[in-house]
């Protein structure tokens, strides 16, 4: 058995797991990060890391276990939260919660474990680890899906590495959720039905302009509807279908529509074009239209937002995503693709989107994926993760 250190947070999730290493016999040790304290346009009651910090401590005294708080703000705001500014000032829209794993739950985090004699850190995501060895003796860790295909949380571990994953259990990764409450209410944990948290990961649930007007400035700007029969939208997707398609090609497949004023018809003013995103709907403010409008597109040279009305607007759908190569992460190394290089993988570009089929391509200048169907809502700033099966290949940036 084993010296396991567990990110305890304050959850449900993060209690169980807990409770689960201490059943199989390890010497358990808890750690509180305390990540962010600013409640700059944070929503009042959300995310008080005080209260997290009291229930996370009343699990460990519960357990028997001892308990430590570490203050890993500086950190935080500098790997996660200036990551944030930056490229929502860009036009991209980022994932705080893969880059809070990567950077500060597996890194920063890890690292005051190991501080603690820690042999592994523990968290409470769902998902699941596995050690394959070669004939030679060489170790292979792959990440997999959860077992509750409702909580399976993989892609928000997606970039982590092969060190990264060599300290890790996931003790629920094999659990379902309700199970999980089960266990914690014959406990009597405090935590047993306490709601589980939302939002930015350690911030909580934001009211997003606020919260980006700390470094981004509002600035007034038009908002543009544009017709769903524009000539722009007239892409030729079968392209990308045949087996000889070329560089240049997936380049002109894989570029945003070329969104523009002469399209459309003015139909509002926002305040800013870095605080929306592809396929939003909500905070627009515009009414009286048949059908709901959603974001297909901002240009934030000329701070202006682009709508579609309609579930169905070709804005909102593309088949081909472009990650630059040094963007793209390898989960498992020995899956990297060569040159000109395919396989057909499953695809997530958001978090409990169902697996999408598609072939990924690699060539001189990015990995392409090419789905089988459109995609809704394709963001540049997000990540896309590969998937075979259950295993997490690999994970990059949308570049575009």
């Not at 405090?190 to 930015?200: E, F, L, M, R, Y």
């Not at 240049?248 to 399209?263: A, G, I, N, V, W």
Request: proline share 4%; hydrophobic share 35%.
């Amino acid at each position: 058995m084993a010296k396991v250190v567990v990110g305890l947070s304050g959850g449900v999730d993060s209690s169980v797991a807990a409770y689960v290493l201490q059943k199989q016999g390890h010497e358990v040790v808890g750690l509180f990060m305390r990540n962010w304290t600013d409640t700059t346009g944070v929503l009042k009651g959300d995310c008080p890391w005080m209260d997290d910090k009291f229930d996370a401590e009343a699990v460990a005294r519960k357990l028997g276990i001892p308990f430590f708080m570490v203050d890993l703000s500086k950190e935080y705001r500098e790997r996660v939260v200036d990551y944030m500014f930056d490229e929502y000032g860009k036009g991209r829209t980022p994932n705080p919660d893969v880059l809070c794993n990567r950077e500060i739950k597996f890194d920063v985090f890890l690292r005051e474990a190991l501080k603690l004699g820690a042999e592994f850190v523990a968290t409470g995501h769902y998902c699941r680890k596995e050690t394959i060895v070669d004939q030679e003796g060489n170790e292979t860790y792959h990440l997999l899906a959860g077992s509750d295909p409702n909580k399976d949380q993989s892609y928000f571990l997606c970039q982590l590495s092969q060190q990264q994953l060599s300290k890790a259990l996931f003790p629920i990764g094999d659990m379902l959720k309700p199970d999980v409450r089960k266990i914690a209410t014959e406990l009597n944990l405090v935590t047993a039905h306490k709601k589980d948290s939302q939002g930015i990961c350690f911030v909580g649930k934001v009211d997003l302009p606020v919260f980006l007007q700390q470094k981004l400035k509002a600035r007034e700007g038009k908002v543009f509807l544009i017709d769903q029969n524009a000539e722009i939208f007239q892409r030729d997707w079968s392209i990308a279908d045949r087996k000889e398609v070329t560089d240049e090609e997936l380049q002109l497949l894989s570029t945003p529509y070329d969104l523009h004023p002469k399209y459309g018809t003015k139909v509002g003013t926002h305040h800013g074009a870095q605080y929306y995103t592809v396929g939003q709907r909500k905070g627009l403010n515009i009414g009286g239209f048949p059908e709901p409008l959603f974001v297909i597109g901002t240009n934030i040279e000329y701070n202006q937002i682009y709508l579609g009305m309609g579930e169905t607007h070709p804005g909102l759908y593309r088949r081909v995503l472009r990650i630059r190569r040094d963007e793209m992460h390898w989960v498992v190394p020995q899956r990297k693709l060569k040159n000109n290089e395919e396989v057909q993988l499953q695809i997530r570009i958001r978090y409990r989107q169902p697996l999408q089929e598609g072939r990924v391509l690699m060539r001189e200048d990015a990995l392409y994926v090419v789905f089988d169907k459109p995609q809704r809502g394709v963001t540049p700033g997000q990540f896309c993760a590969l998937y075979d099966g259950d295993v997490v290949v690999g994970s990059g940036v949308i570049d575009k």
